[in-house]
């Protein structure tokens, strides 16, 4: 029994208390780590623009406030707040390690929010990918290899015809891919992790040997000039948010929309209940005249569309070519971000958000001397999704089905 | 509605791997009655039905309505010629609501493909109204208690205009007034029309609700029974193939000194509800105690706690004097508690070991059949051996795996593995769920001598009538508490029922003829 | 015994249907014979890539080595993945676990001062201890929170790449006067010997002691999964964990029991690595080994023998794959795709039998991984 006299079970007391002892942990960094540095950090918000944080003051002020939140948390909670709390706490204590790293220099801001959308879009668009299939009852853990494979055809047609047959044949790609996942795990029972992880197997082999075969001796198969950012009109002029979200390109705006639509599909069309229904509980479809098995081979082949799209991303979206390997486990990733969001597009999106900011914090505060060596910095993200999968997530309400085949008789 | 409708399977075969399951089976079914489907746990009832919904395809036969062949290829199709199905196990998706689980499949649509939930809402209350069932559209199914659930399975099947309703063993869930009020709207159905199909093993409800009954043995129709003038024990002989035992034969019992005290056990879910309520109650040497109560109301969750599966949040449980409350399963098991859980595939045995592995599962620990690290597999096997012929389980060889078993064997293997120990208490859930009658008769026999020869047993079945039969005296759990202790040769079937609805006798206005309802095997 | 016969058949099946598609690749990526419809010319590579892939993993005692030396440390990363497969846990964490272990026994290898054989027995004891502790972590995280393994392990693996980078940098692994990061080289008498001394000091033979190690391991791991009972209980728990906690099976720490050896059987093909190979660690120790191991256990159905048999068939894939490079123009890549070509087709008992056209009940593979819930 908590203060409003609600019943709580054992598993949401063992959750509050993690919450309150994760401010506790982050006070404690905060004041141990995070005052060491005199100097202010200046934050540019604009051309001109900016603001500047003391890292020692605001430490100490954000390290006494944690604590006091991990007190109110410990005692008697948030109650329908304590996400709202929870975000905010994060947020201020990230400005804080960003006012310690930067303290004394002057970064971008801006450019640093601008990075992380940008980035954002392979593991969101891999995430509803994941989403896409493991609603439908089938484990995806081939995001990965559906981007790798999408990121390398896209690049060689985009080479040799253009942007638009690029980034079609990357999504071609990633529905090719996707179906030999939903042929074998659909028709044939095969075991969905086992094939998923194959595939990936397969992506990193063929587009390594067709890198070295084929696009290393061939330099015409492998350079495009990637799309540039649009700025959507009085949008991108409000302060602040305007920079960051609507000067983008193409494939940004792509993810905003997709994330948009699949949560409006789930939730609110025919489609949606049937699909959460073979994920769930498929049977149950299956004898109300659903046919699970076709629902299920055209959720995976939008899977992969959707995933392949996102791997079209690196040589259409940013960089202009492909090089082995060039995804380096964003697929994973994703599949955290799937995880992190509890299987709702919403929530992967904000995940895929978190580790895309690491990303872009890694590559703008890595230059900054912080006296901690960059491996660790390198090493957070995974460290911090470890502690949130182990600490807040544990056994969460996966999909029921998911995982387990579906025989018609 | 008011045209009569024939629904006529014709030689149909269905073969699985090893089995045929149906064998050149022949049936009509016709709007404005009831016909029940009587047979034994595996003789074909299930797979016939799964055909006639569209769902396995026959290897042979056809099936015609009003005389035209028709082929299903999926329940799509079964389901628009006006077949409709309540499964055994509810098709229900345990997190979405009432209303999207009766409408899944044939959604009501809105602009734009999404999907008017409001009209979903208006025509499960509709049909909920119409027919009395006292439906939420906005209530989670998983929060439901079963009776509901079943319900709402109903009104799936009201909403698609079926002709003909298959309710497959409908009345294993319900107590016995709920049975009545099933019963109510079974003959609702019929005066509207509609053709109702009651699969059961229960006799005494197919003779109650029956126009015509078939009877199923081996994949064939053996024959049919008319239900004004067919007796139970004629029925149960064509079920089986013989002479049928319908009760259990025991002396009266010989209490001892108390083996099992259990005082005020209750166990907490880990989402906070409290599904044991403060629970007391003794089990002796030498008596059967039966625990009587509609699925879901504390029991599966009270076996575990005895068993040690299962944390107790309070009270606490001596065996033989000894607090065992915070021992470990193993610990339980070594103080002399034999386990037969309630569900056999998930919870008794690794269908995927061999028969002698599953036959040493709780016991491989043992000097007899361990050194402490390694295993003394050939003791293991000279062990398996002797129980296999012991307990007489069928098998060629016990090194098979357990998966090539039937129902009844698997049973009888965990029956082997916990009753041939030298136990004090046994405590057995469900011990002869889906079972064939042989197996059952020879289960029943095995508990009974267990308890003359000085055991305590402690039998949980959801099944009443084989709790009513088997026990010396039976506890009623509704709602995490005990509410009743009787003398189940003191007690009609109606009484029992009422307890088990939360009710007392005398309390609740008589519901007609008591032990008309319930029946025998 | 007919079992096991049906079980060769469809892994000969599925190798040799992996083979087709990989020749398959081969040619339709040699763009410059192609370009000039020189198709003889590809098929020519082909046949050249095909019969060096055997040159190079069989046909002398130097490819023979080779293979050896590239199937020891597959074959105790294999065991790892195998042995948590039969508890049902699914151990991408290899890679992790074999940086792990690969420090652990580099460091008693270089700072330990203690005589001959003792000191190579210490060395890859404490490899086998440091994987099997960093196995222990995603054990320990399942059993009490119910984190997946698919995910601790994932992320497990990227911090012991960065944990490792960072090492070795430091004073304590350094080696004096390089900047990047290489360590120290061990001691000489803590060196695994070589599995050919016989042949005099070629340096071609590189094959070491390692693999009795790994061979020993598989004894180990057969004994401990059909005479013992924790195997009794880890086959138990994999097969059905709700029957084995009735049984009054400890499940929980059964995980952790199955994590903890899978990390000690990765941590000793770490430390095989450090000891036998390389003298020294670098943060590419443990490569894709980690990755290829799951393939090696799929491949083998997480059976013993099957497990040894496996690294060996991708030893030879590795040495050949080498020899192939050199011989011909077709990347060493292709080895991963004919593995990955290989596990789907061993995991799909059902697509090999629809594609030879067999008769009869396909052998099921068993599904290992039953949701995220687990």
Known sequence: ?409 | MTSTTTYELRGITKRFPGVVANDDVNLTIRSGEVLCLVGENGAGKSTLMNVLYGLYRADEGELRIDGTPTTFHSPADAIAAGIGMVHQHFMLVPNFTVAENVVLGAEPMGRAGTLDIERARAMVREVSDRYHLNLDPDAVVEELPVGVRQRVEIVKVLLREARIVVFDEPTAVLTPSEILEFFEIVRTLVRAGRGVVFITHKLKEALTIADRINVLRRGKVVGDADPRTATEAAIAEMMVGRPVQLTVEKKAAAPGAAVLEVRGLSVVEPDGRTVVDDVSFVVRAGEIVGVAGVQGNGQTELVEALSGLRRAASGTILLDGRDVTHESPRERHAAGMGHVPEDRQRQGLVVDLSITENLVLTRYHDAQFSSGISMRWDDARAVARDLVARYDIRTPDPEQAATTLSGGNQQKVIVARELSRDIRLAVAAQPTRGVDVGSIEYIHARIVEERDAGTAVLIVSTELDEVMALADRLLVMYRGRVVADLDPRAVSHMDVGLYMAGSRPGEASGHGDPGRVGGAR | MNETLKSLRYTALAVVAALFVSAFIIVITDIAALREGDVLTALDTLRLAYWSLFKGSFGSLRAISATITGATPLMLAGLAVSVAFKAGLFNIGATGQMLAGGMTGLWVGFALDVPGPLHVALALLAGALGGAVYGAIPGVLKARTGAHEVITTIMLNSVAGFLTLWLLKTELFKREGRDDAISKLIDEDAKLPRLFWFMGKRIDLQAHLGFVVALACVGVFWWLLNRTTTGFELRATGLNQEAARYAGMRTRSLMVVAMTLAGAFAGLAGASEVLGLYGFASSSLAGDIGFDAIAVALLGRSTPIGTAVSAILFGALQAGGRQMQVNTDVPIDLIIVLRSLIVMFIAAPLLVKAMYRLKGEAQSFGQTFRGWGG
């Open chain 1, 1 to 409: 029994m908590n203060a409003a006299g609600v019943v709580v079970s054992a598993e949401q007391r063992r959750r509050a208390r993690n919450v309150g002892i994760a401010y506790l942990v982050l006070a404690a960094v905060t004041m141990l780590i995070f005052t060491r540095r005199a100097g202010d950090a200046t934050f540019k918000v604009s051309e001109t623009g900016s603001f500047a944080l003391p890292a020692e003051r605001f430490g100490w002020l954000l390290g006494v406030l944690l604590v006091a939140l991990a007190a109110v948390q410990l005692v008697r909670g948030f109650g329908r707040a304590s996400n709202v709390v929870l975000a905010l706490a994060t947020a201020a204590f990230f400005m804080s390690f960003l006012s310690w790293a930067a303290s004394g220099e002057s970064f971008s801001f801006v450019g640093m929010l601008q990075d992380t959308v940008s980035r954002s879009v392979p593991i969101t668009l891999g995430a509803l990918g994941g989403i896409l299939s493991e609603r439908s009852g089938v484990i995806n853990i081939s995001i990965e290899g559906m981007l790798l494979g999408a990121a390398c055809t896209s690049a060689i047609a985009g080479s040799l015809v253009n942007l638009w047959v690029g980034t079609a044949v990357g999504i071609g790609t990633g529905v090719a891919l996707a179906a030999v996942l939903a042929v074998l795990s659909i028709r044939y029972r095969v075991d969905q992790v086992i094939v998923g992880f194959a595939i990936n197997f397969f992506a990193l082999g063929i587009t390594s040997f067709v890198s070295f075969r084929v696009l290393v001796p061939n330099p015409d198969f492998n350079g495009l000039s990637p799309v540039m950012p649009i700025r959507i009109p009085l949008l991108a002029d409000v302060p602040f948010l305007g920079e960051i979200l609507f000067v983008q390109t193409v494939f940004v705006y792509a993810s905003f929309v997709a994330v948009a639509l699949l949560t409006w599909a789930l939730y609110r069309t025919r489609w949606g209940l049937r699909t959460r229904a073979i994920g769930e509980y498929p049977k149950a479809a299956g004898t109300l005249g659903v046919d699970v098995l076709r629902l299920r081979y055209r959720n995976l082949l939008l899977a992969g569309g959707v995933a392949g799209f996102g791997g079209a991303w690196w040589p259409i979206g940013t960089v202009g070519r492909f090089d082995q390997n060039i995804t380096g486990g964003r697929g994973f990733i994703a599949l955290a971000a799937v995880i992190f969001g509890r299987w709702h597009p919403v929530g992967a999106f904000c995940g895929a958000l978190v580790f895309a900011l690491a990303e872009a914090v890694r590559l703008k505060i890595g230059n900054f001397d912080t006296g901690i060596p960059s491996e660790f910095l390198l090493m957070a993200p995974y460290v911090v999704t470890l502690v949130v999968v182990a600490g807040f997530i544990g056994a969460s309400r996966a999909p029921k089905a998911a995982g387990q085949p579906y025989e018609e008789q």
